[in-house]
């Protein structure tokens, strides 16, 4: 399995059975011209994981491509044929999606959360919790980590990392960062992996 972050949360994730997009957003660069997708996965609504517009011209490019998300995201593409997705459901596109997650992790207090699904692609190779904390609960070759937003700190992240114990994982959800080395840095000090 070959994975290329594409920049904060968007990762290109390449099997010998399928190419799969998950979280095209507005602060990732580079796919808005791929082809030969077999899907685009958006784990939640906010426009830093799903780009609309650029995602309907996607589609338009890669006519074979299912757009996986949740309900609540799903009206941002109301003319596209797309399939709504929950957690416990195992998806067949080219590769076996596994969708976990649940809800978008607190960003404070009160403030409600949006639904939020995490994506575990083939047999544990590559976990993508979007915007949350979801424990996969299994062996896990690629933990895709956020290390920063407005609903986390570096602590949590490597707490995550510790918790999930990946084989590595791959730093995301830095595109609001200006020192990106550094977190990147201390998560790999601090994880101990």
Known sequence: MDITHLGHACVLVETPRARLLIDPGTLSSGFADLTNLDAVLVTHEHADHVDASVVVTLLRQNPRATLVVDEKTAAQ??????????????????????????????????VPGCPNLAYLVGDGELFHPGDSFTLPGRDIATLAVPIDGPWLKLSEAVDYVRAVAPATYLPIHEGELTDVGKYVGMLASLSMI
Request: proline share 6%.
């Open 77 to 110: 593409f109301s003319q596209q044929a797309l399939r709504i997705a929950r957690p416990g459901d195992v998806l067949d596109l080219g590769e076996r999606v596994e969708v976990l997650g649940g809800i978008h992790a607190p960003v404070w207090g009160d």
